[in-house]
Nanobody, 127 residues
Framework: QVQLVESGGGLVQAGGSLRVSCAASGRTFSSYAMGWFRQAPGKEREFVAAISRYGSRISYADSVKGRFTISRDNAKNAVYLQMNSLKPEDTAVYYC????????????????????WGQGTQVTVSS
């Protein structure tokens, strides 16, 4: 089992940057593929980015490709999401999630494939 805690959210103007972090504790962090998701008010939770257990594979939603970068540091038990060129439509609660069943190079996109979730961190982009 793993516990996930997000941090780094906040208020930023459109065009600005923000980095959100997710700290993990519990089972060996490299056992999990990791993902970032977001949920805006009145909308379903949506996939943002995912990274395989050792970082060899990465996937992004089309809406954030070229603007967001996911990374992980297994030595620090952390995964990050660097968000640049932020837009008002990026406003949401951002969640990190861990997939316990992923092979070494696998990544998952559907939220249902993830086993553990953090509590979320709010990101608000003003126009």
């Amino acid at each position: 089992q793993v516990q996930l805690v997000e941090s780094g959210g906040g208020l930023v103007q459109a065009g600005g940057s923000l980095r959100v972090s997710c700290a993990a504790s519990g089972r060996t962090f490299s056992s999990y593929a990791m993902g970032w998701f977001r949920q805006a008010p009145g909308k379903e939770r949506e996939f943002v980015a995912a990274i395989s257990r050792y970082g060899s594979r990465i996937s992004y939603a089309d809406s954030v490709k070229g603007r967001f970068t996911i990374s992980r540091d297994n030595a620090k038990n952390a995964v990050y999401l660097q968000m640049n060129s932020l837009k008002p439509e990026d406003t949401a609660v951002y969640y990190c999630a861990a997939d316990a069943d992923a092979g070494p190079i696998n990544i998952a996109i559907p939220p249902r494939d993830y086993d553990y979730w953090g509590q979320g961190t709010q990101v608000t982009v003003s126009s």
